[in-house]
């Protein structure tokens, strides 16, 4: 018999009062969730295009310098789904996700913007959160190593460089 397990998301919200865009991830990966922090994956570039397309050359190495450059930088990041199944890190598998409550973050933080990295985090914030929360997603290309082929692409670059636009914008 196979029994199916919820898994339930293990990290906050890292965000501030001054955080102006939300960038949300489906579900932790695996290997996100044995590291204990965000695109946890050495494989995953979601740490290395960020300084990229704000025009800051740092090397974020640690969960410390990972949070301290999001909040300087006015950048919420979490992810849509508070708990799901799902096999691995493949999102096509995910069954029964239930939405996280995005509502401290909308009252106590000055959001404007919501990207979302992936088909699937699009998908499912634009199902199960964005009438409740009031604005549509902005979909980015996924950092993952399962998208590594499309990485270099001019397309990947100019739509993550919507996130530094968008800060410029409000």
Known sequence: MNKKTILTHP????????????ILGSFPSPKSRQNGFYYGHSANIFWKILPLII?????????????????????????VLHS???KGADDSTIR?????????????????????????????FEKLCAEKVGLNPIY????????????????????????????KDI
């Open 96 to 124: 029964n996700p239930i939405p996280n409550d995005f509502s401290d973050i909308f009252e106590r933080a000055q959001i404007k913007a919501v990207f979302t990295t992936g088909k699937k985090a699009t998908t499912l």
């Open 55 to 79: 025009g800051k050359n740092e090397q974020l190495s640690d969960e410390k310098s990972k949070k301290t450059f999001l909040l300087r930088n006015h950048i919420a990041v979490w992810d």
């Open 11 to 22: 990290f906050e919200c890292i965000f501030d009062k001054h955080s102006k865009v939300l």
């Open 140 to 167: 980015l290309p996924s950092t993952s190593p399962a998208n590594v082929r499309l990485h270099k692409s001019a397309d990947f670059l100019e739509r993550w460089k919507l996130v530094a636009t968008a800060l």
């Open 84 to 86: 799901c199944e799902i």
